[in-house]
């Protein structure tokens, strides 16, 4: 087989090991931003090279002539992971293959961005991978093959995505090698039950708690916030701006003034909200290239009940 795989991180370098085990035939399509080397995940430009795989990276991939040199290549298939270009409709009129998507998340629900962040931020008890045909609608295509994974009540952004990530490469092995009676699988999506998220809904650059949001959802919001190496939540405490890496899952009804300390012990902080509060079960000093655990013991002590915490929302 011949196949196209455009993407990028771990689960597309991934796929393209898999394929390359069963003797197939790749081009890689790589994001402009994948400098050849490994991170936080792997490169998939960087895996290319050394398997020796040709790999593009084109600037504007609905080009014509980028268009027509893939289409040159006459590929049977072609599968996007997390690749960062929308494929417009001339894009699929000259490719001459059929197009594949697989989502990090469980379609017709959160469409577009930030999937994994939205899942947990809305409550959602589960969310998944969803292989699915490609339009020029965002993530709006038939769905092909889908794989849910649960939300477990304490799961943060990043533990999340690696549980999606691992169902997304399990969804790509189980669905290759995406033959006919599998492409003819075409369920459609409901569009009275979508949502889409478009870039900048979710806002990670806000990382200060409001602790006048309502409790449940800032419990929820914590823990989309929460992606190392990325981001944290941070909490203003003793003078000290803290990183927020665990949040418990159980949120507690109450009456308190948003921000009071209301408990401070070795295990955990519990804090007020609006309407309840939130129990924080780790915490860090931010450091350049990622946070320094402390010992929630060494707040603990210099922590009182009943003080309100300052509100670092809206601070710079």
């Not at 398997?51 to 893939?70: M, S, Y």
């Not at 649960?150 to 997304?168: F, S």
């Not at 669905?175 to 409901?190: H, K, M, N, S």
Request: overall charge neutral.
């Amino acid at each position: 087989m011949r196949l196209i795989l455009c993407g990028k991180n771990d689960s597309a370098v991934e796929a393209l090991e898999f394929l390359r085990e069963r003797g197939d035939e790749v081009l890689v399509v790589g994001i402009q931003s994948d400098a050849g080397r490994d991170g936080w995940q792997r490169s998939l430009v960087a895996a290319a090279r050394a398997l020796g795989v040709t790999c593009e990276q084109p600037a504007k991939i609905n080009d014509p002539a980028t268009i027509a040199r893939l289409a040159a290549w006459r590929p049977d298939r072609l599968v996007s992971i997390q690749y960062d270009q929308i494929l417009k409709e001339p894009f699929f009129r000259g490719i001459g293959c059929p197009c594949l998507n697989l989502h990090f998340a469980l379609l017709p629900r959160n469409r577009g961005v930030a999937p994994i962040a939205w899942a947990i931020l809305e409550g959602d008890r589960e969310t998944g991978a969803t292989l699915h045909h490609m339009l020029v609608d965002i993530d709006a295509g038939d769905v092909v093959a889908q794989r849910a994974v649960p939300i477990a009540a304490t799961d943060t952004g990043r533990v999340l995505y690696d549980k999606v990530n691992r169902a997304a490469v399990e969804l790509f092995r189980e669905a290759y090698p995406f033959g006919p009676a599998l492409l003819a699988r075409r369920i459609p999506q409901d569009p009275s039950i979508a949502t889409y998220h478009w870039n900048g809904d979710f806002d990670f650059s806000r990382r200060d708690v409001d602790w006048s949001m309502e409790a449940a959802r800032l419990q929820r919001w914590l823990r989309a916030l929460i992606f190392p190496p990325f981001q944290y939540p941070l909490l203003e405490l003793g003078g000290r701006k803290l990183a927020i890496t665990a949040v418990g899952g159980e949120v507690r009804p109450g009456r308190a003034a948003p921000g009071t300390l209301l408990a401070a012990s070795p295990a955990a902080l519990e804090i007020a909200a609006q309407g309840g509060s939130v129990r924080i079960l780790g915490c860090a000093e931010p450091a350049d290239g990622g946070a320094r655990p402390i010992p929630l013991s060494e707040l603990a002590t210099h922590a009182r009940a009943g003080s309100v915490l300052a509100s670092t929302h809206g601070k710079s």
